[in-house]
């Protein structure tokens, strides 16, 4: 199947990788039977690649939901994010609507990925963050003219999800990979090590991302590579990561980030590409 330009990432995301598609894409296998990526948040590379078969999984399961919906109902969804109005008012209305559990529950799959793709697009900075009840917590945006309807994108992925043999799990990204076959490819692009103490973002979903999480994440890639599966890794540039990967590859890239609470990590950041092939 040829690769299409409208197939792109239909949310924001912070630390998406579109703007180091580039220097990643270089260090992309010629061949690899399944694409697996275990976090796939934004989905930037996947979209760009377009694997005729591929394995994405998300601990976010309003994300999941959403592409699940994109690739299963998409004209439905598109009909119901036309009732979206860009106002702040309306906004915290639907923002709210996870507050009540038991009101939650009776949303259709539909108005669900439509409340999280709605906030997505109209939400301070494009951010995707929880508190730790698992409740969106992000102020509204004040765009002028957010494209919450984006009707070719939305087609445009779900015709790839569905020409394509693309598995969707909402899972812990160890399990992601159960029954993972050799000449199988993984890409990980994990919540980063924070570079300071004010840079920590977590909220992607309930419950975070620490260095126990970043080490048991390194023990999978060890695995992998005793069985000979290749994979690569981004991840911050810090002593930690440094020193937890120092016997793979690893390679340093420059990456734009403007989302931070302190000004002085914004801008050029170092990243690292590790990877356990030549």
């Known amino acids: 199947m040829k690769k299409?330009?409208?197939?792109?990432?239909?949310?924001?995301?912070?630390?998406?990788?579109r703007q180091l598609i580039d220097e990643i894409e270089k260090y992309i296998p010629d061949k690899y039977s399944t694409y697996y990526e275990p976090f796939v948040g934004g989905g930037a590379l996947l979209f760009h690649l377009q694997p005729k078969k591929a394995v994405i999984n998300d601990v976010n399961e309003e994300l999941i939901n959403l592409y699940t919906v994109v690739r299963d109902n998409v004209d439905e969804l598109i009909e119901d994010l036309k009732k979206h109005e860009n106002t702040k008012d309306h906004y915290y209305s639907i923002r709210e609507l996870d507050r009540d559990k038991g009101q939650y529950s009776k949303l259709t799959d539909v108005e669900r990925a439509s409340r999280i793709h709605f906030l997505n697009k109209t939400?301070?900075?494009?951010?995707?963050?929880?508190?730790?009840?698992?409740?969106?917590?992000?102020?509204?945006?004040?765009?002028?003219n957010p494209d919450i309807v984006n009707k070719a994108t939305?087609?445009?992925?779900?015709?790839?999800?569905?020409?394509?043999?693309?598995?969707?799990?909402?899972?812990?990204?160890?399990?992601?990979?159960?029954?993972?076959?050799?000449?199988?490819?993984?890409?990980?692009?994990?919540?980063?090590?924070?570079?300071?103490?004010?840079?920590?973002?977590?909220?992607?979903?309930?419950?975070?991302?620490?260095?126990?999480?970043?080490?048991?994440?390194?023990?999978?890639?060890?695995?992998?590579?005793?069985?000979?599966?290749?994979?690569?890794?981004?991840?911050?540039?810090?002593?930690?990561?440094?020193?937890?990967?120092?016997?793979?590859?690893?390679?340093?890239?420059?990456?734009?980030?403007?989302?931070?609470?302190?000004?002085?990590?914004?801008?050029?950041?170092?990243?690292?590409l590790v990877r356990n092939y030549e």
């Not at 939400?123 to 765009?143: A, D, L, Q």
Request: glycine share 8%; charged share 30%.
């Open 123 to 144: 939400c301070f900075n494009g951010m995707f963050r929880v508190n730790s009840s698992g409740e969106f917590n992000v102020p509204f945006g004040r765009y002028k």
């Open 154 to 272: 939305l087609k445009a992925v779900s015709k790839y999800f569905n020409k394509s043999n693309i598995k969707l799990l909402n899972c812990d990204f160890e399990k992601s990979l159960k029954g993972i076959r050799k000449g199988s490819f993984v890409y990980f692009d994990p919540p980063y090590d924070p570079v300071s103490d004010s840079s920590s973002f977590t909220g992607y979903a309930k419950g975070g991302f620490d260095r126990e999480e970043q080490k048991r994440l390194k023990k999978l890639c060890d695995k992998l590579n005793k069985r000979g599966i290749k994979f690569l890794l981004s991840n911050s540039s810090t002593e930690f990561i440094l020193e937890l990967y120092r016997d793979y590859n690893i390679e340093t890239v420059q990456a734009r980030r403007s989302i931070n609470s302190n000004a002085d990590q914004r801008g050029e950041v170092d990243e690292v």
């Open 4 to 17: 299409s330009n409208l197939v792109k990432p239909i949310v924001k995301w912070v630390g998406g990788k």
